[in-house]
């Protein structure tokens, strides 16, 4: 086991051309001896950026990624590998995998499409929530455990169990030393919205997310990342955790999660 480190200003060091070590502000909510996924799925972000860094700009931008959680996230050195499934110039698909030890333990698949001018029927039905100044702070840390909870400032307004709206930032690079881009810095927040919005408390409910699918009709903008989330179990085990996401300019994309649902054990 590699011994994560306590690096005040990062959640990754870079070990090599495509190998990463966690810190421990890396560290999960359910385990301590596991990674929160959330700024994984930015660092995978940013890994897939290196990798299109060496073209010119093509004009492409991300508008959906998927991941696929494969088991435990150990808080160990990872190495991600990324491929270009399908080049083009106006749609592109890519994909990467995360390999802890022998064994992968996420892969994930992005889109990139082409931009151009749609400001003159740009528009959505999805409702605008308010700024970070008008929610109240809230301390995640007095339900979750875990060094990421812990290094992130989040403003949140819980509407009912299930229901809540919040506003998240870090004051902490993604990777130690290197710039990250915005998409790369927004999706290391989004898995945090099956934390803000729980139906039961983690104590007597498990409902770890399998999955994370992330669709955007523009770039984000800025340091937060705003979450409108709502959370549905159904009877058999099963829930999903929805997300309407936002910047400070409003609405911007969808998040989904399917967790699986079990009580904690009581022995």
Request: hydrophobic share 40%; aromatic share 8%.
């Amino acid at each position: 086991m590699t011994t994560p480190t306590a690096v005040p200003d990062s959640y990754y060091q870079r070990t090599g051309e495509h190998r990463f070590k966690p810190t421990l502000h890396a560290q999960g909510a359910w385990h301590p001896d596991e990674q929160h996924f959330s700024p994984l799925g930015g660092l995978v972000v940013h890994a897939i950026e290196c990798h299109r860094a060496g073209r010119p700009d093509d004009g492409l931008a991300l508008a959906r990624i998927s991941f696929d959680i494969l088991g435990l996230i150990a808080l160990e050195e990872c190495e991600i590998t990324v491929a270009t499934v399908r080049p083009g110039r106006t749609i592109e698909l890519v994909e990467a995998t995360v390999v802890i030890g022998d064994r992968a333990v996420v892969r994930a698949r992005a889109w990139f499409l082409a931009e151009l001018d749609t400001a003159a029927v740009a528009g959505t039905h999805e409702v605008r929530i308010p700024a970070p100044q008008e929610f109240e702070p809230w301390t995640m840390g007095g339900m979750w455990d875990g060094g990421y909870i812990a290094s992130i400032d989040v403003r949140r307004r819980a509407i009912a169990p299930g229901r809540a709206t919040a506003w998240i930032t870090t004051p902490l690079e993604l990777v130690a030393g290197e710039p990250s881009s915005a998409h790369a810095s927004f999706v290391a927040l989004v898995d945090t919205a099956n934390g803000i919005a729980a139906r039961q408390r983690p104590t007597e409910w498990m409902f770890p997310n399998t999955d994370l699918t992330i669709h955007l009709f523009r770039r984000p903008e800025g340091r937060w990342t705003g979450l409108d989330t709502s959370v549905s179990f159904g009877p058999t085990g099963h829930g999903i955790t929805s997300t309407v996401l936002h910047d400070r300019h409003g609405p911007l994309g969808r998040a989904e999660q399917i967790l699986t649902v079990r009580p904690q054990n009581t022995t």
